[in-house]
């Protein structure tokens, strides 16, 4: 039940940032407009923030009452047998116009 701080660099970690932010934690800003400064003062506000605290403790709890390794396995066999195997999670993924994307931060490393 310990909330994250986040630090997008890359890809799809600054979609995976706003998880954290809607879920369990704090997101900063992509590393390359970060200062140590506003680092610390985002670990102190994970730290203290009983508004962060109390999320990351209620999904803790949501987490410990499921059988997670069975519903995984359950999640990807019927993923596997319903959408990969009959092509429809390729159809769906090549219609999306997802793939290699400019906004998932690459341009700033290349």
Known sequence: GRPVVVTPIWMDQFM????????CGIATPPLDDLTA????????RT???LGVLGTASMLAQSVHQE???KKGVEYLSRLMKEEVKSGRWHRRWKASGYG???DWGM???V
Do not use: P
């Not at 400064?37 to 670990?43: E, F, T």
């Open 37 to 44: 400064a506003d680092l610390a003062k985002y670990i102190s």
């Open 16 to 23: 995976n940032a706003e998880l954290v932010k809607f879920m």
């Open 107 to 109: 341009q700033r490393y």
């Open 100 to 102: 290699w994307r400019d």
């Open 67 to 69: 059988d997670g390794v």
């Open 47 to 49: 730290m203290t923030d």
